[in-house]
């Protein structure tokens, strides 16, 4: 793993197998388990000195939690058509983009990165996430 700030490089130090896990969790309804998987990776990622662009990106984990948890029909994560390929594909092109904006803040940046990976593992679970291993998980995470 390289020694560069999380962020500058637009990667965060986790596997994407530990995130689609947690992601899995939440589909299933085991919350207490997808939270605590979150705490593991807040604890990679460490608490001491986390920059914004880490904090950004366990919010949004926490926040996709808590949708599902609470049930609210309203909310961005729980209005997404899982079947909505194109849409969901447009959704990722978005937050990949400004995960890697070097004009959002650190803090954004991170929160993009989450939903990016959120929305990257609907695609898989909904079969279109085909694309060759480089480009499977953009490069954002660790293998």
Request: aromatic share 10%; hydrophobic share 35%.
């Amino acid at each position: 793993m390289s020694q560069k700030k999380i962020g500058e490089n637009g990667k965060i130090p986790i596997s994407s197998s530990l995130l689609n896990n947690i992601f899995q969790l939440i589909m299933d309804r085991r919350f207490s388990e997808a939270e605590r998987n979150l705490d593991e990776v807040v604890a990679k990622l460490g608490e001491e000195g986390r920059d914004e662009f880490k904090r950004g990106f366990i919010k949004a984990l926490k926040g996709i939690i808590l949708m599902y948890r609470s049930n609210e029909q309203e909310s961005f994560i729980r209005t997404l058509d899982p079947n909505n390929i194109d849409s969901l594909k447009r959704y990722l092109e978005e937050f990949t983009r400004n995960s890697r904006d070097m004009l959002q803040g650190e803090y954004d940046r991170g929160y993009f990165l989450a939903l990016a990976n959120y929305i990257r593992f609907m695609l898989r679970r909904a079969g279109s996430g085909r694309e060759d291993k480089a480009e499977d998980d953009g490069g954002l995470v660790e293998q």
